[in-house]
């Protein structure tokens, strides 16, 4: 039995250790092997393996050190990324992504927003083995006059691709605040010919901007599917064409939202659905619990044009 127990002690400590952990500051240049020599996020990113966790101090991250407008921080393995640490944590229990805030910027170049990234996080083909926890995600500027459904003019802040694959991420305790796009201004969700469903929980979207279509999120779900499920998130002060809060494109696909504990309040759509909007009834659904809605113009959730089916019967205040 000793010796039973001594294999299994030896076989956790290897899986364990065999962890990979990256550690990264802001304008680091280390190879993140420890906080004294921590690496930069980009170069993180680009060292990591699957399954690997990293580390993330206070200080605002830039996707480039130059003024390269497509530069963005490529998520495109299964890790797990974690901000809020001050430099010296020996625990992930020991991070406090209330004080030490962990900015992603999309600001490069200049103070204008005119020269800013496209997008700031750039996540491909993500399975629920993807988290992205504890960040402020701001300044991303999504303007291009590229075809849509491309980074340069989708999600200034998150380009979620599941086009012709699947990317369904975790995305926990984050801030998505001030960024613009043509179309989603926050996260643009790419399930064309695919799925892109991701999981979002005690995540803020505030003052996010589409030009067009999804203030903070649009989800494309045309031929595909894009799932939507957010836990505990606050829409606030989004503004777009249709769907300031979440726009969701189902044109021969599905897009079914779950919504737990959210609040949208003050956002604005020049048209319609300042908080939901659909632009199809078939394909489109809406659950609810515990939702409430305060202040969006013109209406709440458009259901005289969009609504496939809306369940509301836990929510308060939509209409």
């Known amino acids: 039995m000793k010796l039973f ?4 002690f030896a076989i956790l ?17 280390g190879d993140g092997t420890s906080w004294q020599s921590a690496a930069d996020l980009q170069t993180a990113l680009d060292l990591a393996t699957e399954g690997a966790h990293i580390w993330v101090a206070k200080g605002t991250h830039l996707p480039t050190e130059g003024n390269d407008r497509s530069a963005s921080f490529i998520v495109d393995k299964n890790i797990k990324i974690y901000g809020g640490f001050n430099g010296n944590e020996t625990s992930i229990s020991q991070r406090d992504a209330r004080i030490n805030k962990t900015i992603l910027s999309g600001e490069i170049a200049s103070d204008k927003v005119e020269d800013n990234s496209y997008t700031v996080v750039t996540i491909e083909g ?14 991303g500027m999504a303007d291009g006059s590229t075809l849509p459904g491309t980074a ?5 802040a998150i380009f979620n691709d599941g086009q012709s694959q699947s990317s369904n991420p975790i995305i ?15 996260v643009y969700n790419l399930g064309l010919n695919g799925e892109s469903s991701p999981t979002l929980s005690n995540c803020t979207f505030k003052g996010n901007q589409a030009d067009l279509d999804g203030g903070a999120i649009y989800n494309n779900a045309a031929n595909g599917n894009s799932n939507l499920k957010l836990v505990d998130c606050t829409f606030k002060d989004n503004v777009a064409g249709y769907g300031a809060g979440i726009y969701s494109n189902t044109k021969g696909g599905d897009s079914k939202l779950d919504l737990n504990g959210c609040i949208f309040q ?3 759509a020049y048209m319609w659905g300042g ?3 659909g632009n199809e009834k078939s394909g ?7 939702c409430s809605f305060a202040n969006n113009y013109p209406t709440d959730i458009n259901k005289e044009i969009t609504v496939g089916h809306v369940d509301t019967s836990k929510s308060r205040g939509a209409k």
């Open 275 to 277: 908080g939901i909007f």
């Open 5 to 8: 127990l001594t294999a299994i």
């Open 172 to 186: 926990r305790n984050c801030i998505f605040q001030d960024n613009i796009a043509r179309e989603g201004g926050a």
């Open 13 to 29: 400590f290897t899986t364990i250790n065999a962890q990979e952990l990256i550690y990264v500051k802001a304008d680091a240049a």
């Open 152 to 156: 340069s003019r989708c999600g200034g």
């Open 126 to 139: 993500a399975s629920a083995d993807m988290v992205l926890d504890g960040f402020t995600i701001t300044a």
């Open 284 to 290: 489109f659904e809406v659950a609810m619990d515990d």
């Open 266 to 268: 003050d956002n604005m």
